[in-house]
């Protein structure tokens, strides 16, 4: 990771980026591996280095992005947040220490927060607990959109009824 930074490899990975979002600093970021919000600083230097060298040409979308502090907090307040449930992720599946700690491997846990044996049984349970999450959430769409079909065919057939009970009494007028 720390090899890429400010190798030849990231600059031709930066200019392929820039072109491809058109200077969208957002996508840059999201083209370069490895790159976080604390390294915009640095690429945005590159990039006006690079725009100022002549090898990439400047666009409006680039001095926005670059400029706009707003969405630079924004996305520092979301990497945080996303530090945050890492962490506490790793609290509930016990390897916390490893990753955060002191790097010794703790008491794995599975979803269900029961110990585990090995990690490769926390990561199949974490991996069957997403499945099931995801089956879950498609039932609910499923259950939505039954729901709402049968209203609109209620709908139909109420707006029917209401056509026959018209000709009926038309038809009862005119006699």
Known sequence: MTAHIGSSDEKEDLKRAYVASKGSLPAILDHIPHATHEDEDRLVCAVNALISDGVLIGSTIWDTTS?????????????????????????????????????????????????????????????????????GALDAMEEKYARMEAADKAKRQAKGKKRKSDVVSLAARSV
């Not at 110990?115 to 999450?133: C, Y």
């Open 67 to 135: 400029k706009d502090k707003t969405a630079r907090n924004k996305r520092g307040k979301s990497a945080a947040k996303q530090a945050k449930e890492a962490e506490a992720a790793a609290r509930q599946l016990g390897v916390w220490d490893e990753f955060y700690g002191s790097g010794k491997k703790g008491n794995r846990k599975g979803s269900d927060g029961k110990a585990t044996g090995s990690g490769e049984s926390s990561l199949q349970a974490l991996i069957l607990k997403r499945q099931q999450d995801r089956a």
